[in-house]
Each structure stands twice: as structure tokens, then as C-alpha cells.
Nanobody, 118 residues
Framework: QVQLVESGGGLVQAGGSLRLSCAAS????????MGWFRQAPGKEREFVAL????????YYADSVKGRFTISRDNAKNTVYLQMNSLKPEDTAVYYC???????????WGQGTQVTVSS
């Protein structure tokens, strides 16, 4: 089992920046990647970014390309999401997730609220 602990959410003005962190613990041996999803009120959960543990390859949703950066510290089993040039439409609950070696998202964090004011 993998446990995920998120931090870094909060309130920020449009155009500002915020960094989210996700620390993984437990049985992380089979983890292939870590990623971020988000869900706004009344909307479906959507993919934001993903990073592979081996090689560091990254993937982003079109809506955040050029503004968000996902990174990882392999030794600490920690993943970060640097969010720049934030927009009100980025307001959502952000969730950290683990992708196992079979390509499935099997564990999730509790979520952290990000609110961007105009």
C-alpha cells in the first residue's frame, strides 16, 4: 500500500505562483510514476501532469503547458507541482496520485484546495 500526503495549497492572486508537494510512503517499490489531477466544483476530475520515476519524462494537460512544471526527488519519494501564471480557472482541489507498473492509478491523496482570485 502507498500513502500520499499533499501540501502547499492555498489562496493566490491571478498571475501568482504556488508549489504543491506530495510525499509518498509505504510500498512504493512498484510505483512507476506520480501525477496530479484536479477537480473544480461541478466539473469532472481532469488530468494535470505526470512524471515517471525512471527517466523523469513528463506529460502535461494542454491547459497548463508552459505554466505548470512537475518534478520529483527520487531519494525522498516526493513529487512537486510548480504552478506559475495562475488563472481563476485553475481554482480546484488538486489530488496527488500514484501510477503503478501496470499503468493504473491505484492510490490517491486527500486533495488540497487551490483558489485563484481575480
Amino acid at each position: 500500500q502507498v500513502q500520499l500526503v499533499e501540501s502547499g495549497g492555498g489562496l493566490v492572486q491571478a498571475g501568482g505562483s504556488l508549489r504543491l508537494s506530495c510525499a509518498a510512503s509505504g510500498r512504493t517499490f512498484s510505483s512507476a510514476a506520480m501525477g496530479w489531477f484536479r477537480q473544480a466544483p461541478g466539473k469532472e476530475r481532469e488530468f494535470v501532469a505526470l512524471i515517471k520515476w525512471s527517466g523523469g519524462y513528463t506529460y502535461y494537460a494542454d491547459s497548463v503547458k508552459g505554466r505548470f512544471t512537475i518534478s520529483r526527488d527520487n531519494a525522498k519519494n516526493t513529487v512537486y507541482l510548480q504552478m506559475n501564471s495562475l488563472k481563476p480557472e485553475d481554482t480546484a482541489v488538486y489530488y496527488c496520485t500514484n501510477e503503478n507498473s501496470r499503468g493504473r492509478y491505484d492510490y490517491w491523496g486527500q486533495g488540497t484546495q487551490v483558489t485563484v482570485s481575480s
